[in-house]
């Protein structure tokens, strides 16, 4: 978990709090309290540009199926109750490789015949992980797929210690409104909307990758997986990942991409074309990074907004400002006092 002290910044659009929180109040449960609980404003609700460090978002998620006693947080007809997940790591936790692991992660919730139901095939060079619909006349909500998706993608990142490449994610939905955060959720990897079935593709020889982990670091990694999962990294890094690096390094007098391309021995076109195939841009991360530092010097309160401004690369207060408005719809101080 060395790496994850360096990424506390990272944040999450605020449609993602809702998500959380849809199904929490027709269990009897009070999303406001949900949110107190875990350090996050009401209020953020409200603002449709909001983001919310992703460190509060990953204790609100695993505060609320808690709570719900659900970790698929309602959105199937039956519950996976707490220690499902638990349950289903320490059955593979021993599989030598991750074709092993997936095959028998796979196996595990097809015992639910209820929720959507991952499934392993191989054909060809390629490797699917597949979504079922357990009860195909039940209404899975969006979140259902991007939580169990996510899930899995992460998962066997972490499995095998790198961010596993994939050729698509392929959706059986159409675009959401928040397609764009797909880009983080995924990993820059390419989206495919309005397929015929859900699934991850990736190349069959990732299927022999070696296990990394083992039962001692898998203790460490259940105490908080929902955090690991939001926010670590790994010695493999996608393009845009890099660029990030290397900005978040520089925010105060950020370096432009022929500065960022030389460092990483390319030409700037180069750079912009890898770059766009991840679904980013120069610009696009730079203006993240500048956010999502933002977001997090916001919450230390004994940090004036004049110095949060320097801090994430603007000259002046009233820049940061302006630009801090545009990104969620309400200013620097007004976001701090919600907190």
Known sequence: MSNISSMRNI????????????????KGLDPAQLLHEAGISAE??????????????GK??????RAMKDEFLGYGP??????????????????????????RYCRFYQMFEWGLQPRFEINGDEARLILDRGDPNYPYGIYAFELIMFNLHRFSSWFTQQHLPLIAVNLEYSAPDHAEEYRHLFLGQAIYFDKPQTELVFHRS??????????????RFLQH???????????????????????NKNLVNTP?????????????????????????TFNEVKTQCRHDTALYYLGKSKLSIESIAQRTGFSEASAFTRAFKTWT??????????L
């Open 329 to 338: 719809g309400m200013t620097p101080q007004h976001y701090r006092q919600q």
């Open 78 to 103: 039956g519950r996976y109750l707490p220690g499902t997940w638990t349950n289903m790591c320490y059955s593979l936790i021993n599989c030598a490789t991750l074709g092993h692991a997936l095959a």
């Open 60 to 65: 609100l998620q695993a505060i609320t199926m």
């Open 206 to 219: 990732l299927t022999e990758l070696p296990a990394k982990q083992t039962e001692q670091s898998l203790h």
């Open 225 to 247: 997986p929902i955090l690991v999962f939001l926010i670590q990294q790994y010695k493999e890094k996608s393009w845009t990942a890099q660029v990030r690096i290397i900005i």
């Open 256 to 280: 432009g991409i022929d500065e960022i391309a030389e460092q990483l021995n390319l030409h700037p076109q180069t750079l912009r074309r890898r770059l766009a195939q991840e679904g980013s």
């Open 44 to 57: 953020l609700l409200k603002q449709q540009n909001a983001r919310i460090p992703a460190v509060k978002f």
């Open 11 to 26: 944040s999450v659009a605020n449609y993602f709090l809702h998500a959380v929180l849809r199904n929490a109040a027709e």
